[in-house]
C-alpha cells in the first residue's frame, strides 16, 4: 500500500524535462548512490585512451584499475557518436575496492547504459557491472549479457547463497540499449528499453566487498565484458516517474539506429501471401502505416507504427488491438482507411469472428477503439475502401471443414461507425479452400488473384485472375468475356477453371501456392506465382498482359528451397518506374524449415536479370516479403523473421528503392500498450494518479505471467460507470447492464444489483466458444476450458448472500461459481454439484479454479481450499455476470471479478495479491 501511495505522490510532483536540462543527480537526489558516466571526461584518468580510474559523480568514488593489460579504452565517440568506455571482453574491468551500495536483502536497482558487442554465438555470460565480492557468486548482485536459445538476452543476477539470475525474454541485446535491474527484499526483475520486464522471486544475501565494471565482483575478476559502457548507476528503489524520467534520458542518448523498424514480431508478423493489406501508403499524408502480429512477451497483439516520408521518422509503436489467441499465427492484422482519415484494423481469430479496432482519430495511430466484432467463421481478412463502404473479403468454412469458400462482408461507413450487410459468397468450389493473394482497387473495381487446395491443404495449385465490380457486385475474369452476376454467385470451381484461370498447374504431380500480382506504371498487370512438381523443387514464375486480354508464357524469375515446409514460403511483386517490376521471395533457406534469406530480381525492358540478396538470413529463417500497398519507391516491401515459438521476437524490416529504412528505438512510454489501449477506451480519462494504478496492476499481472492466463478482468471500483464495466484484459467482453434504474453504481465503490430483476452481463458464453473451435479445428479464443478454467470476486457485503458472480447452466447446472456467504464458500466449476468448504465471512475474496477433470480448488481471503475432487461435466451456456448469476439478480455489492484459464494456488494467490492491492489504491 505505502508503495502505491509512493508512486501516487511522486507521479504528482515535478522533475523537470528529460533532455538537456535534465539532471540525474538532482533528479534522482538521495535515490542516487553511485554514477559513473562517460560523459564526465574530468573524472576519467586515461593516457592513449586506456583509462586507469573512472571515479563516480555522487561521492567520487574510484572504479581504478593500475594494469595496463587490463584497463579498458576510452573514446570520446566510441558509444553511438558520443562517450563511451570499451571493454575487450578478455580482461579489462574497473574495480572499486571497497562498496558503499545495499546488502542483504535490502532492494536497490542497478542502471547500464551499455552497448553489448559479443555474437549470439559467444555462449559465455558476461558481467556489465556487479558488486559484493567473495568467491561465489551467490552473494553478489550483477547486470549481465547472456545468451538464451542462440540469442542476446540481458541479465540480472543476485544471490541467495546461490546465484539466482533471470534473463529478459524480449529484446534482443545487441547494440544499445538501456538495462535496469530491479533487486527487491523479495525477487528481481530485469528489464530492457523500458519493456515490461521479466521477474522470479530471490531473497538476497549480498556481502560486501568490491564493485567491478566490466567484471564479476568475485575475489577473481572474470566473465569480463565485451562491449561499451556509457553509463552506470546504483539507486535506491526508484518511484514510477522517477524510473521513466531516467529511462527516457538514458535512452535519448543511446541514440540507437537500426535497420530494422521492430524487434518484437510474433511467430509470423504477417501473411504476407494470404492477409492483406498489412502495411498502406496514404498519399494524403505522405505516410506509410504498417501493423503486424507482435509478441509482447506475455501475449500476441496486433499493433502499428508510421512512417513519415517528408520528416524521414517513425512514430511509436501502438497498440491497435489485443490478439485473443496466444499460439495461432493465422490472427494478423490487415488495414485500410475510410475517406474521413479514419484507420481500421482486422485481427484476430482462425475461422472465428473477425475483431475490429479503429483510430480514435483521422490518421493517428496513438489511439484505438474497439468495434463490434465480425460474427462468423472467418479468416485472411482482406479490406479495400470505397464509395462510403469497405469490401472485407474473407474466407469462410461449411459444417465439418469440408469446404473452404470465399466471402464478402460489405460494410457501410459513417463516422468511423459501421454495419455490416450480411454474408455474401463469392466463390465456392466445393471441397475446396480459396486461398486469394492481394488485391488492388483500379476505379471502382477489385481485382485480385487466388489459388484453390484441396480440403486438407496438401497440395495448391493454379492461378485464377477475378474482377469485383463494386457498383453492382459481379465479377467478370481478366479478358472481359465472362462476368457472373451477384444473383447468380458463388462461382463455382467448373466455370472458375473454364473463365477465370491463368495459369494451368492441373495434374498429380505439379502444384504451387498463393499468388501474388501488381499493375506497373503503364497500367499492366503482373502476376508471380510458385511453380514446381508435388515436393519440389520450386521456382517463382512470372507472368503478364500487355493486351488486356492474353497473357504471355511463364517466365522464370528464381528458384526456392526444396526441403521442409518450403512449399509454404512467400513472395510478392512491386512496380518499379517506366513498366518495370521487381519480385521478393525466399532464397537459400535450406537450413529452415520455413523461410529462408530474401532475394530479388528486377525485370527491366522486359527481361529479368540476376538475383541478389537482400537480407541473408541469421539465426531465423525471414519470410512473406509483403507488398506495400500503393507503395512509393522508398518504401516499397516488408520483411520479416519467422519461427516456430514465441519464445523470442521476430525482426522486421522495411525496404524500398534506397535500401533498408532506419528507426531509432522506440521513445520510452510511461504505461504499458495495454494501459494505453485500456485508457483509450475510457470515455472519461482516468486521472494521472489512477493511470499509474491501472498501469501498475497490468505491469504486476504480466510480470507475475498471469497475463496470458485471463479472459475477463474487471474493477468495478471505478471512477466512473462506464469505466467500471469495462473488460481490463482485452477489447470485447465488456459488461452491459439490465434494468440500469434499478443497478446501483457507487464511485470508487461497487455495483449493486436490486436482486430481483438488474445485473452486468458481459457476452461471453464458454460452451458455444468452445464448440465454434470444436469445429473450426483451431485454438479458441477463450483461455477459459472445461477442464482448465477459474472464475473469482471480490464483494463488500453480505447482502441477500445470493451468488454475485459468475456463469451459468439453467438447463443442466454446469456452473461456474463461487458464493461466499456468512459461514462457507459454496462453488462449482463446469459441473452441477455444489463444493462447499467452511471457511469465510461473507465478503472480501473468493474464486474457484479447476486444473484437470477430476480436482477443484479454491483461494478465499488467502486461505487456499483443496484440491477437492469434483469432476467437470460441461460447460456453462449462459454469459458471466456480475451483480447476480444467470438471470437472477443479487443485490451484494461487487468491487471486482474475473475468469479465465487454471490458475496453480500460488498463482491463485498472487492474482488476489495483486488485485487487492490495487482496490485498496482506489
Not at 93 to 110: I, Q, Y
Not at 832 to 849: E, K, L, M, R, W
Not at 887 to 896: D, G, T
Amino acid at each position: 500500500m505505502m508503495e502505491v501511495l509512493k508512486k501516487l505522490l511522486h507521479l504528482l510532483s515535478p522533475l523537470g524535462t528529460v533532455g538537456n536540462s535534465y539532471n540525474p543527480v538532482t533528479a534522482l537526489g538521495s535515490d542516487l548512490l553511485g554514477y559513473w558516466d562517460a560523459n564526465r571526461a574530468d573524472l576519467i584518468t586515461q593516457s592513449g585512451g586506456a583509462v586507469s580510474s573512472w571515479k563516480d559523480i555522487v561521492a567520487g568514488y574510484d572504479a581504478a584499475q593500475a594494469t595496463g593489460a587490463a584497463q579498458p579504452i576510452y573514446s570520446s565517440s566510441s558509444f553511438a557518436g558520443a562517450p563511451g568506455v570499451t571493454f575487450d571482453g578478455t580482461a579489462a574491468h574497473l574495480t572499486l575496492a571497497s562498496h558503499p551500495f545495499p546488502t542483504g536483502s535490502t532492494g536497490c536497482e542497478m542502471w547500464a547504459l551499455v552497448q553489448s558487442d559479443a555474437p549470439s554465438s559467444d555462449a559465455t555470460t558476461r558481467s556489465i557491472a556487479a558488486y559484493g565480492g567473495g568467491t561465489s557468486t551467490g552473494v553478489q548482485r550483477a547486470i549481465r549479457r547472456t545468451v538464451v536459445t542462440s540469442v542476446n538476452r540481458a541479465q540480472v543476477a543476485s544471490g541467495n547463497g546461490s546465484a539466482v539470475a533471470i534473463a529478459d525474454t524480449q529484446a534482443d541485446f545487441s547494440t544499445q540499449h538501456v538495462v535496469r535491474g530491479v533487486i527487491s527484499s523479495t525477487n528481481e526483475t530485469i528489464s530492457v528499453d523500458g519493456n515490461t520486464g521479466t521477474s522470479t522471486a530471490v531473497v538476497s544475501t549480498t556481502g560486501s566487498g568490491v564493485f567491478r565494471i566490466g567484471s564479476l565482483a568475485s575475489t577473481a575478476a572474470g566473465n569480463f565484458l565485451q562491449g561499451k559502457v556509457a553509463a552506470i548507476l546504483i539507486t535506491k528503489a526508484l518511484s514510477v516517474d522517477k524510473a521513466a524520467a531516467l529511462l527516457a534520458y538514458l535512452s535519448d542518448r543511446a541514440n540507437a539506429t537500426l535497420s530494422t523498424f521492430t524487434q518484437d514480431g510474433s511467430t509470423w508478423p504477417w501473411y504476407g501471401y494470404a492477409t492483406q493489406p498489412s502495411s498502406m501508403y496514404v498519399a494524403a499524408t505522405n505516410k506509410t502505416w504498417v501493423s503486424w502480429l507482435a509478441w509482447s512477451g506475455y501475449s500476441q497483439e496486433a499493433r502499428v507504427a508510421v512512417y513519415d516520408h517528408a520528416a524521414q521518422t517513425w512514430s511509436k509503436t501502438y497498440l491497435a488491438g489485443d490478439v485473443l489467441l496466444s499460439g495461432d499465427d493465422h490472427c494478423v492484422p490487415s488495414l485500410c482507411r475510410d475517406s474521413d482519415g479514419y484507420i481500421y484494423c482486422f485481427h484476430g481469430p482462425h475461422n472465428q469472428n473477425i475483431q475490429v479496432t479503429r483510430s480514435k482519430n483521422p490518421d493517428d495511430p496513438s489511439h484505438w477503439v474497439t468495434l463490434p466484432e465480425i460474427a462468423g467463421s472467418y479468416t485472411y481478412p482482406h479490406p479495400t475502401f470505397i464509395g462510403g463502404k469497405i469490401y472485407l473479403f474473407m474466407r469462410t468454412f461449411d459444417s465439418g471443414q469440408s469446404n473452404f469458400p470465399l466471402v464478402l462482408r460489405v460494410g457501410t461507413v459513417s463516422g468511423g461507425a459501421i454495419s455490416w450487410a450480411a454474408e455474401k459468397r463469392i466463390l465456392d468450389w466445393s471441397s475446396k479452400r480459396c486461398y486469394q493473394g492481394n488485391h488492388i482497387l483500379v476505379g471502382t473495381d477489385i481485382h485480385f488473384v487466388l489459388a484453390w487446395a484441396d480440403v486438407n491443404d496438401t497440395t495448391r495449385q493454379n492461378v485464377y485472375y477475378c474482377i469485383y465490380n463494386t457498383t453492382d457486385g459481379s465479377v467478370r475474369n481478366f479478358a472481359g468475356s465472362t462476368t457472373v452476376a451477384s444473383g447468380s454467385q458463388p462461382i463455382n470451381l467448373t466455370t472458375a477453371d473454364a473463365s477465370f484461370k491463368i495459369v494451368d498447374q492441373s495434374g498429380a504431380t505439379h502444384e504451387g501456392n498463393i499468388p501474388q500480382f501488381c499493375f506497373d506504371t503503364n497500367g499492366k498487370p503482373h502476376v508471380t506465382y510458385m511453380d514446381g512438381a508435388t515436393g519440389g523443387p520450386y521456382s517463382l514464375l512470372h507472368t503478364m498482359s500487355s493486351d488486356g486480354s492474353t497473357w504471355i508464357a511463364a517466365e522464370t524469375v528464381g528458384s526456392f528451397s526444396t526441403a521442409g515446409q518450403h512449399r509454404f514460403d512467400g513472395h510478392c511483386i512491386v512496380p518499379l518506374t517506366g513498366g518495370d517490376v521487381e519480385a521478393y521471395w525466399v532464397d537459400t533457406g535450406s537450413a529452415f524449415t520455413r523461410g529462408g534469406s530474401i532475394a530479388r530480381n528486377q525485370r527491366l525492358s522486359g527481361a529479368w536479370g540476376t538475383k541478389s540478396t537482400v537480407q541473408a538470413a541469421g539465426t531465423k529463417g525471414l519470410d512473406v516479403p509483403t507488398t506495400v500497398r500503393d507503395n512509393v519507391d522508398a518504401f516499397r516491401v516488408a520483411l520479416c523473421e519467422v519461427s516456430a515459438t514465441n519464445s523470442t521476437g521476430n525482426n522486421c524490416w522495411a525496404y524500398g528503392g534506397s535500401g533498408f529504412i532506419t528507426r531509432r528505438r522506440d521513445p520510452i512510454r510511461k504505461f504499458t500498450m495495454a494501459s494505453e489501449h485500456l485508457f483509450d477506451r475510457m470515455s472519461s480519462t482516468p486521472s494521472a494518479a489512477r493511470q499509474v494504478i491501472y498501469d501498475t496492476l497490468i505491469r504486476n499481472l504480466q510480470a507475475a505471467g498471469l497475463w496470458d492466463l485471463i479472459d475477463g478482468l474487471y474493477l468495478l471500483k471505478a471512477h466512473d460507470r462506464q469505466a467500471a464495466k469495462l473488460n481490463i484484459r482485452k477489447g470485447i467482453w465488456d459488461l452491459a447492464e439490465t434494468d440500469t434504474a434499478n443497478l446501483t453504481f457507487v464511485t470508487d465503490g461497487y455495483f449493486a444489483g436490486n436482486g430481483s430483476s438488474s445485473l452486468l452481463t458481459a457476452s461471453v458464453v464458454p460452451s458455444t466458444l468452445i464448440a465454434q473451435a470444436a469445429a473450426s479445428g483451431t485454438a479458441n479464443i477463450l483461455r477459459y476450458a472445461q477442464n482448465s478454467a477459474h472464475v473469482w470476486g471480490v464483494v463488500g457485503n453480505l447482502g441477500d448472500a445470493a451468488a454475485a458472480f459468475g456463469f451459468d447452466d439453467p438447463t443442466n447446472g454446469y456452473r461456474a461459481v463461487a458464493n461466499l456467504n456468512a459461514t462457507q464458500l459454496v462453488a462449482r466449476l463446469n459441473e452441477a454439484t455444489d463444493v462447499t468448504y467452511t471457511v469465510g465471512a461473507g465478503t472480501g475474496f473468493a474464486g474457484i479454479t479447476r486444473v484437470d477433470a477430476t480436482n477443484v480448488s479454491a483461494n478465499v481471503g488467502g486461505s487456499a481450499q483443496g484440491p477437492t475432487a469434483a469432476a467437470s461435466q460441461g460447460s456453462p451456456t449462459v454469459g458471466f455476470t456480475v451483480c447476480g448469476l444467470g438471470s437472477a439478480s443479487s443485490n451484494r455489492q461487487v468491487l471486482a471479478a474475473g475468469f479465465g484459464k487454471a490458475l496453480t494456488a500460488a498463482q491463485f494467490e498472487t492474482l488476489r495479491t495483486i488485485v487487492n492491492t490495487d482496490l485498496t489504491a482506489f
